[in-house]
């Protein structure tokens, strides 16, 4: 996303465990700075940690917003049975990206926000985002 946007330069780090060094930090810090992403406190970022489903979901959200394209779709979660798994505060995400077409059932009626992304698996969902709204960008 930081690169989609020119990789613009950014401040410093505000997580203690992106050191300014690192290959990631301005894309972090800029996502940081423009509420893309929010790190599990305002000290914590775990770059080291698996994104899940409904993170990615959140960050997507985001994203979206910051481009000023007001999430449109909201999806029906009531078609699946594990939706108490999803966060608080991620439940208007998830539903945004199940009715984008970004983010679906594994079958059985099963979500699995909480489940762990691997990187092959979150190109499909970020390049998805990409086609729906590539003129935004």
């Not at 505000?14 to 050191?19: K, L």
């Amino acid at each position: 996303l930081w690169r989609l946007n020119g990789s613009p330069a950014a401040g410093g780090t505000p997580f203690a465990d992106v050191a300014g060094s690192m290959w990631y930090a301005d894309a972090v810090t800029w996502a940081a700075e423009n509420n893309i992403v929010k790190g599990y406190n305002e000290t914590v970022f775990a770059p080291d940690k698996n994104i899940t489903r409904e993170q990615i979901a959140a960050i997507l959200y985001r994203y979206a917003e910051f481009k000023g394209r007001a999430p449109e779709k909201t999806g029906d979660l009531s078609q699946f049975t594990d939706t108490d798994q999803i966060s608080d505060w991620a439940k208007e995400n998830v539903a945004w990206s199940v009715g984008a077409g970004l983010i679906g059932g594994k079958g059985s009626g099963i979500l699995d926000p909480l489940a762990e992304l691997l990187v092959g698996r979150s190109q499909p969902c970020c390049i998805g985002f990409w086609r729906t709204n590539k003129q935004a960008f």
